[in-house]
């Protein structure tokens, strides 16, 4: 018994292993090794740009738009992740069929939902990027902000940012605090925000929507391993 109850530990903690991937934040961040920092709303909504002191020997002769796009796409990426485990209020995802037990089942055996949560982590890794380019694909149309003077013209289309044309005379004479404020004002009226069409499409992929809803109660899935009291429902 001893045995077994260590083994269904050892799901649980995988399971909250890989869920802990994407864990609803606050905001999520990318690119603070770079020349620019991106950090953005899990709402996929900009909130700001971080151009690091040093930017230009970290740019390293590379072009400048090219790194903010590239920081802005990796902090959306992150973003996805974390909201794949947000508790959905106002939708329910799709009941497993008869023959699988799941995270409402009263008399669930932990050996066999153990068993099926390992499938279901599985399923949801494979079909992660599918689900990601979906989510980015109904973030919206193609749309294009200028920055005062035209120092920045940036364009974005499906929700993910495609280009960021930055005036070089501009950039070689404004400061790094001046650059990074500039982007903020220019990308927060770009992409502001707005992903629950994008959550969405997530869940319309494979089996997203039943592991959202399954991390969403971590006391009725520990129950249903057998290591807790089942929530009240």
């Known amino acids: 018994m001893d045995e077994q109850l260590a083994r269904l530990r ?26 620019v920092a991106a950090v ?10 971080h151009v690091h002191p040093d930017w230009q020997r970290r740019l390293a002769g590379g072009d400048f738009g090219a790194a903010v796009v590239s ?20 939708e329910k ?10 995270s409402t089942s009263a008399d669930a055996d932990p050996a066999a939902f153990a068993s099926y949560l390992r499938s ?9 990027p599918e689900a990601e380019a979906r989510a980015l694909r109904a973030a919206g149309e ?3 902000e200028t920055g005062s003077g035209g120092a920045i013209v940036a364009k974005a289309r499906a ?15 404004a400061d790094n605090k001046e650059i990074g404020r500039e982007l903020t004002r220019v990308l927060r009226r770009l992409q502001p925000g707005g992903i629950s069409s994008a959550v969405a499409e997530m869940d319309a992929v494979g089996r997203v929507a039943e ?19 089942r929530s009240a429902r």
């Open 120 to 128: 279901l982590l599985a399923d949801v890794q494979n079909v992660l």
């Open 40 to 49: 953005v709303s899990v709402d996929g909504a900009i909130r700001e740009l």
């Open 211 to 229: 592991f959202r809803t399954l991390m969403a109660d971590p006391l009725q899935l520990l129950a249903n391993l057998g290591l807790g009291e």
């Open 71 to 90: 920081a802005v796409s990796a902090a959306h990426r992150t973003a996805i992740r974390q909201v794949v485990t947000r508790r959905a209020t106002d």
């Open 142 to 144: 193609e749309r294009i």
């Open 10 to 35: 050892e799901q649980y903690g995988e399971a909250a292993e890989t869920a802990a991937q994407w864990n609803p934040a606050e905001t999520a961040t990318a690119g603070v090794d770079g020349p």
């Open 93 to 102: 995802a799709p009941t497993a069929g008869p023959s699988e037990p799941t």
């Open 159 to 173: 929700g993910h940012l495609i280009t960021v044309d930055v005036d070089v005379a501009w950039l070689r004479q």
